[in-house]
């Protein structure tokens, strides 16, 4: 058992490792989709938090997602704040925002609570397309982002995305994890044995705002351009449930396999976006129709194979 | 006070009609939302695709938006049941998420396959009505398609509230919202009558989508605008009572217009997400919910 | 029915239950909770469906049926806990009962004779069922089964409840319903009721068939010791 475990271990260290030196071996065009997987990776990790961990399907995550960017618009444009700094205020504020609205949000049960955090997300967009501080709905151009390599922005997302994925690991495995399995068995009975859901539930909740607020001020470095109707959209949460749901919701590795197969298709079929979300949509219905637990839950269920167990052993 | 209520004329009636728009957006969400207990998240693009099959008729035959109709509705009916049958009924009862997700992918399906099809352009169903303003009680000017909205509205409305009272089916779908095994003890097919119930549903939104391509403009992304204005209208007036969603649309119109005037027009949906927010922090269930 | 075996998800519920009914006549199935009794009725008005054996009615199989094609067979259930359409009218629910189209030419017909049976669901007819008392709305489940005019009807606890007297004019009207020639296939847990009632008796428990015979043969002690698997 120890030596499967190690084996498991080498294999990891060794893809990491190759991550880390692809700008002195890979193609442009291979940084580019890694660059983006880290991204997809980090946001798509928290999103599988809250929904495959904590039960609570969140459609808002695109409100950190543009407070995130804007945050790093804004802190390094108007202040000239150091850019890494600028992306932790952005952690912080989605932080915040989300202290804020969990009131009123964690009083909305299911679907309700999937439509409040929508809801959420278009206020937002609104009051930011009508904000004169931040340009309006004509947006920001992050000119402090051009002093920055392109190697630069790829490490900085690399090191963001493997960083989301350990925290996921590392979170699960601690006492917040054990209560959030007992969650995602059992609700009820989980209440009983002292299990607080709704603290367990919050701090998912702020642990994946932060995350995402942060990941959004690296995705704009290298976006550049931020205006609100589209940080604030839907269709940010629209490809996390896609990757989410075909890699296997509820499982370390679906996102990983999601996020990869989603920027390759992307990629792939860059000069057809909707063709590559027509498939995407269509791939995540046959997924839940034939294998709910997407892929890697598929994988698991059937082959007992898992390469980041949560689970102490 | 009477001069500041006199200015508001306007705004009120003009909420009030749009409200009636609203309203009969809504219902389509609201009966499958008490009958198979299904969130459609691919209402909105529902309403929009039948927008655009209403353009595709136009384009054949020249006439009044209102006569595509005739196509337009039976056609949403068939993809309403065929829809349901096949894609929706295989996960209901696997838990509350899988029909969510299913539904999602549907709406991001419809809006690509028009996106392909239509391109990004912004489309209208133009006709002489959708300009013209007319004289209501001598008083105000209303603009004549909000009136007409309105109007084709509140027949919709009561013409479905006779089926479900009058009819053996209507009867049937209420029965399998009120216990699917005791209808089905009953020798009621409960698959197919959520089917039907959903052709029933998209008849609506074949409706309503031909009254939203008349009154304003779309593009293939316009489903999700209408699908929260759904969502509001659902539950703002409370699941169970057609009437109920009907209120719900006028009172969201209502805050929305009012909204503008007050704040501005670039406030309008604002207006109508904060009293969406408010309903479902306070009372989910809707202000005028039966039971 | 012969030799069926019947799984609740993964519980194994019903052991290898044979039973036989001759038609017009009433057959009860005694026993104490979780003996398997309604799980017994469910499998044979189609809710549940056997994993193993065979259920033949009217010389035709009827065993993997969905509910709705029991009914166009003419099984009829009056379901436990009654499950009666609580936002449908009373003379709706009955309206119910007839879904199938063979029985909707002749709903005035069974609907005057519902009513004879019954006359106080004539006085409530558009009232919600909702609004009903406990025994009104027993009848009101027994009065739509019938709809349909089904050759079989299955009881399931219909007295649960209610009062001894409510109890006692229901049990008169099913056999009022018996003599017309509708086979009744009743669920008690009270046993005196069920052997005044029935003309055979299964006795049930844990799954598994212990004791069948006819009231009058069978002794206390034998009923006794199957109803609890001694």
Redesign the interface.
């Known amino acids: 058992m120890d030596s499967l475990r190690s084996g498991r271990l080498y294999a990891i260290v060794l893809v990491v490792l190759a991550l880390i030196t692809l700008p002195y071996w890979a193609s442009r065009y291979w940084i580019l989709v890694i660059l983006l997987f880290s991204l997809n990776l980090g946001l798509s990790q928290m999103w599988n938090l809250l929904a495959g961990y904590s039960g609570l399907i969140s459609l808002g995550q695109q409100s950190f997602i543009g407070l995130g960017g804007y945050a790093l618009a804004v802190f390094s444009i108007y202040y000239g704040f150091p850019i890494w700094l600028s992306i932790v205020i952005g952690g912080i504020v989605s932080v915040l925002f989300a202290l804020l609205i969990s009131a009123p949000i964690f009083r909305m049960r299911g679907v309700y609570f999937a439509i409040g955090t929508w809801t959420v997300a278009e206020v937002l967009r609104i009051l930011f397309s009508n904000w004169k501080y931040v340009g309006y709905g004509m947006g920001l151009f992050v000119k402090p982002a051009y002093a920055l390599s392109f190697n630069t922005i790829y490490f900085t997302a690399l090191g963001i995305g493997i960083a989301s994925v350990a925290l996921v690991y590392f979170l699960l495995r601690s006492k917040l994890g054990l209560g959030l399995m007992a969650i995602r068995d059992e609700e009820t009975a989980s209440e009983t044995l002292g299990v607080d859901i709704f603290r367990c539930k919050l701090n998912c909740f702020l642990i994946s705002a932060g995350v995402t607020g942060a990941v959004a001020g690296v995705l704009y470095l290298h976006n550049i351009f931020i205006q609100p109707y589209s940080a604030f959209g839907i269709d940010w949460t629209v490809r996390l449930v896609f990757i989410t749901i075909i890699g296997g919701i509820g499982t370390i590795e679906g996102p990983i396999i999601g996020s990869f197969l989603y920027v390759f298709l992307h990629q792939w079929l860059s000069e057809y976006p909707s063709v590559s979300l027509l498939i995407l949509g269509s791939i995540a219905i046959g997924v839940i129709l034939i294998a709910p637990k997407g892929i890697m839950g598929t994988i698991q269920e059937k082959l007992g194979f898992e390469i980041l167990s949560p689970r102490r052993k | 006070m009477l001069s500041f209520l006199g200015e508001l004329k306007g705004p009120i009636t003009n909420g009030l009609l749009l409200g009636g728009l609203y309203g009969i957006i809504g219902i389509g969400m609201s009966m499958i939302f008490g009958i198979v207990r299904l969130?459609n998240l691919a209402h909105g693009d529902l309403v929009i695709l039948a927008s655009y099959l209403s353009l595709v008729t136009m384009s054949f035959f020249p006439v009044n938006p209102l006569f595509t109709l005739i196509i337009v509705i039976p056609a949403m009916c068939i993809i309403g049941f065929v829809v349901q049958y096949y894609?929706l009924n295989?996960?209901l009862g696997?838990g509350?998420?899988?029909p969510?997700?299913?539904a999602?992918?549907?709406s991001?399906?419809v809006?690509?396959?028009l996106?392909?099809i239509f391109t990004p352009d912004a489309r209208t169903l133009l006709t002489s009505i959708s300009v013209k303003t007319i004289p209501l009680g001598g008083f105000i000017n209303i603009p004549l398609v909000y009136l007409v909205d309105f109007i084709c509205s509140l027949v919709t409305i009561v013409l479905l509230s006779r089926f479900f009272n009058r009819t053996?089916m209507g009867?049937?779908i209420?029965?399998a919202s009120?216990?699917e095994?005791?209808?089905?003890?009953?020798?009621?097919?409960?698959k197919t009558i959520y089917a039907f119930a959903m052709a029933i549903a998209t008849g609506t939104a074949a409706v309503a989508g031909v009254l939203v391509g008349m009154t304003f403009t779309f593009y293939p992304h316009t489903g999700?605008e209408y699908l929260?204005i759904a969502?509001g209208v659902v539950?703002v007036g409370g699941l169970g009572s057609l009437l109920g969603t009907f209120l719900g649309g006028l009172i969201l119109g209502l805050a929305q217009i009012l909204g503008a005037h007050f704040l501005?027009p670039?406030?309008q949906?604002?207006s109508g997400?904060?009293i969406?927010?408010m309903v479902?922090?306070f009372k989910?269930t809707g202000l005028f919910a039966?039971g | 029915m012969q030799n069926i075996d019947v799984f609740y998800h993964d519980f194994h519920a019903l052991w290898d239950v044979s039973l036989e009914v001759e038609e017009a006549l009433v057959v009860s199935i005694i026993g104490a909770n979780g003996a398997g009794k309604s799980t017994l009725l469910n499998t044979i008005a189609g809710v549940l469906n056997p994993s193993q054996g065979t259920i033949e009615f009217h010389g035709k199989k009827i065993n993997g049926l969905m509910p709705y094609q029991a009914v166009a067979e003419g099984i009829s259930m009056v379901p436990e806990g009654r499950r009666i359409f609580p936002r449908l009218t009373v003379l709706e629910n009955l309206e119910m009962g007839c879904y199938i189209p063979k029985a909707r030419q002749k709903k005035n017909e069974v609907l005057r004779k519902i009513y004879e049976l019954f006359p106080i669901l004539e006085e409530r007819k558009n009232q919600l069922s909702v609004t009903l008392s406990g025994g009104e709305q027993q009848m009101l489940a027994v009065g739509r089964a019938l709809m349909c005019q089904p050759r079989l009807i299955l009881f399931d606890e219909i007295s649960l409840g209610l009062s001894p007297l409510v109890i006692k004019n229901i049990y008169q009207r099913v056999k009022q319903i018996n003599s017309e020639g509708i086979t009744a296939l009743l669920v008690e847990q009270d046993i005196q009721r069920s052997l005044k009632a029935a003309n055979k008796v299964y006795i049930m428990q844990s799954g598994r068939v212990r004791l069948e015979g006819r009231p009058a043969e069978l002794s206390q002690e034998d009923i006794r010791k199957a109803y609890f698997g001694l």
């Not at chain 2, 095994?181 to 409960?190: H, K, P």
């Open positions: 969130v894609l295989q996960v696997k509350m998420n899988p969510l997700l299913v999602f992918g549907l991001i399906i809006q690509n396959i996106l392909l053996y009867k049937a209420r029965a009120d216990d095994g005791a209808a089905q003890l009953m020798g009621i097919n409960t999700p929260i969502f539950i501005g670039g406030f949906l604002l997400y904060v969406l927010l479902l922090t989910p039966k």
